[in-house]
């Protein structure tokens, strides 16, 4: 019998771009709302400079993490599952991948356009590659919001799609991308 050289499961590292990006990013609508709810303008200053910053890294994990993913395939999904559901699972993944780039890139031409820039981690700072202007600064406000809706709308079905899979099918695609404890 020859085995199979596939992976049964997300490798370590995998599991951790994909768990550190899912808590960057909970933590980019808590912060949003912090900032929504804070008064004094030195403490919003704080929020939105630290809002910055998580989402930078965000970004730069995302770099990173595409770049694994290109040497390194996914397990396999389970043979049970019909063809619009490997379809469904390949669009919804190929979304958030495009998700974790262009949130925190509007986000960053937002700041560019009102004339703010980047923080990334307190001194380090990306080069400005857009004019500051009103117009450009209200087209990127727009899209930043409209893409951490559609990114929470594609999330929300991710998770319930994890979830189907591991109370509804009973397989293992939710626990191959979970630490494996025991063998
Ligand atoms: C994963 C990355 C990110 C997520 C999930 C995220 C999420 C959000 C959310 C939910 C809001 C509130 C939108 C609203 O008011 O309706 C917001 C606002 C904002 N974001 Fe982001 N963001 C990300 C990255 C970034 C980056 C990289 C920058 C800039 C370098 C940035 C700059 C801003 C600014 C300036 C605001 C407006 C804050 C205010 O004055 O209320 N964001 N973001
Ligand atoms: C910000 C939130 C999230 C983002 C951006 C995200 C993104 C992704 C991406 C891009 C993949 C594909 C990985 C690859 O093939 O390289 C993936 C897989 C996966 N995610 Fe998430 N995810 C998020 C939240 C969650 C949550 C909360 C859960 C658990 C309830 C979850 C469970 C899974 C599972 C089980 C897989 C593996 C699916 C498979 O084996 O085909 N994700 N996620």
Do not use: C
């Amino acid at each position: 019998m020859q085995l199979s050289r596939k992976p049964k499961r997300y490798g370590a590292v995998a599991q951790f771009f994909h768990w550190a990006v899912v808590i960057l990013i909970a933590i980019q609508y808590t912060w949003a709302w912090r900032i929504d709810e804070t008064e004094g303008l030195r403490a919003r200053f704080e929020l939105i400079t630290q809002h910055k910053t998580i989402g930078m890294t965000v970004l730069m994990l995302a770099i990173l993490r595409l770049v694994w993913r290109l040497f390194h395939a996914p397990p396999p999904l389970p043979k049970h599952l019909a063809n619009w559901e490997i379809w469904a699972a390949k669009l919804g993944h190929v979304a958030l991948y495009g998700l974790i780039f262009i949130v925190p890139l509007s986000g960053w031409f937002y700041s560019q356009a009102a004339g703010y820039g980047d923080y990334w981690w307190g001194p380090i700072s990306f080069p400005s590659l857009i004019e500051a202007s009103t117009a450009a600064e209200d087209f990127f406000y727009e899209l930043h919001e409209l893409l951490v809706k559609l990114l929470m709308a594609v999330v929300a079905v991710h998770i319930l799609a994890a979830l189907r899979h591991h109370f509804i099918l009973r397989d293992d695609v939710l626990k191959r991308m979970l630490p494996q404890w025991r063998k």
